[in-house]
């Protein structure tokens, strides 16, 4: 039986966006769904509902910025980009997030090595 997808912490999928944004550049909410879905193996499988509040809340926080455009299909698309404001929250998450990885690793091999 394969593995289940990896179901996201509150405020992963945010750092997520603001990450590929920080590194892509700008993109419309399908190129960024996508391009996280990548990056994760595939492990992260995101649906409209779900990326598209993500950037709803980002706009509203002033750590993204949308403007209209055309994309590579021909159609209208809102194109997303990073502020200023957003690579603070983003350096700020990311030292977070780095932070509680390297706990998690020690505690995970404590446990290991309290399993032996």
């Known amino acids: 039986m394969p ?8 405020g ?4 997520m966006v603001l ?6 550049g700008p993109l419309h909410g399908y190129g960024i769904a996508r391009r996280i879905e990548q990056t994760s193996g ?6 409209q509902g779900t990326i598209y509040a993500s950037l709803v809340r980002l706009q509203q ?12 299909k021909h159609r209208k698309a809102k194109y997303y980009s990073i ?3 957003g ?3 983003l350096a700020a998450d990311m030292a977070h997030w780095l932070r509680l ?10 446990g290991v090595e309290n399993a032996k």
């Open 19 to 24: 990450q590929t944004l920080s590194s892509m």
């Open 61 to 72: 926080r002033g750590w993204i910025a949308a403007e209209w455009g055309i994309s590579d």
């Open 87 to 89: 690579m603070k929250q």
């Open 42 to 47: 595939n492990e992260v499988l995101l649906n």
């Open 101 to 110: 990885a390297e706990v998690m690793a020690r505690v995970l091999a404590a």
């Open 83 to 85: 502020t200023k404001r």
């Open 12 to 15: 992963t999928l945010d750092v």
């Open 3 to 10: 593995d289940k997808k990896l179901d996201l912490l509150q």
